[in-house]
């Protein structure tokens, strides 16, 4: 048991070491990505030896979407990205975002880490070309674009593209079991908490729900019996 906190306590130091680096500096993405597939494995051997419901998983699996959490801040999809015969896709995106923050396309190649296609859902149904998603150095860059584009319409080949950001989809199956409770909340009453929960603002009061059981308790005191009943007690307050 020992053993095990020291490697829970050592997995904490590096999930925070390796999160400074990647923030701080240029391309840590690989190493990133080295330690997600380091943490599965060892989150498989766990389960295994300690079953599903031990503390330390829960403490891994949370330590592991965290890291995938600091991997998807980096990474913008763009959807109806038609293929050009003349021109590599990454080319394309490299001089297309470069247009996008005024600067050379040789400059936008250093702050971009990788550039790929994924096939999607959405792709798929609406018989688009597969999503394209891009992966920066720094967060930064990522966050210019966005800003950027809240203005202005993205075009490439005349073709107007969609920007997502990046979720995990294990972040997104645990933001659906909330939505009992966010579909019923105003969307600027309400923060999606990190790796999951969420934190609401209600008549001037904040909540910190970090577990389903308050997200419900919550639902009940507050969402279901609000009309003539008495402000409950502070004790789920942050």
């Known amino acids: 048991m ?3 906190n020291q490697q829970i306590v050592s997995l904490g130091n590096q ?13 840590q993405i690989e190493q990133l990505d080295k330690k997600i597939i380091e943490n599965q494995k060892d989150l498989k051997r766990l389960e295994e030896e300690r079953g599903k419901d031990h503390e330390a998983v829960k403490l891994y699996k949370e330590a592991t979407l965290i890291l995938e ?10 959807r109806k990205v038609q293929k050009d015969k003349d021109v590599e896709t990454t080319d394309l995106m490299e001089q297309a975002l470069a247009d996008v923050l005024d600067m050379e396309k040789s400059q936008m190649s250093q702050e971009i880490d990788q550039i790929y296609r994924v096939n999607s859902s959405f792709a ?5 070309p597969r999503e394209v998603h891009v992966v920066f150095v720094r967060r930064k860059i990522k966050e210019d674009i966005l800003r950027r584009l809240r203005e202005n319409t993205l075009k490439i080949n005349d073709q107007e593209i969609t920007i ?7 972040i997104r199956d645990i933001r659906k079991q ?3 409770l966010t579909n ?3 969307e600027n009453k309400f923060q999606m908490a990190s790796p999951q929960g969420v934190l609401v603002t209600w008549q001037t009061r904040r909540f910190k729900l970090d577990s389903l059981d308050k997200a419900r308790d919550f639902y009940h ?3 279901v019996t609000m009309e003539g009943q008495s402000p409950p007690s502070e004790r789920e307050e942050m």
């Not at 798929?124 to 688009?128: A, C, D, F, L």
């Not at 997502?164 to 294990?170: D, M, N, R, S």
């Open 2 to 4: 020992e053993e095990i």
């Open 15 to 27: 999930v925070t070491e390796i999160s400074q680096k990647v923030q701080e500096n240029a391309s």
């Open 69 to 78: 959490m600091e991997r998807a801040s980096h990474t913008l999809r763009f």
């Open 124 to 128: 798929r149904k609406n018989k688009v």
């Open 164 to 170: 997502l950001k990046q979720t995990p989809w294990k």
């Open 178 to 180: 909330y939505f009992f």
């Open 184 to 186: 019923k909340l105003n």
């Open 221 to 223: 005191r507050y969402i």
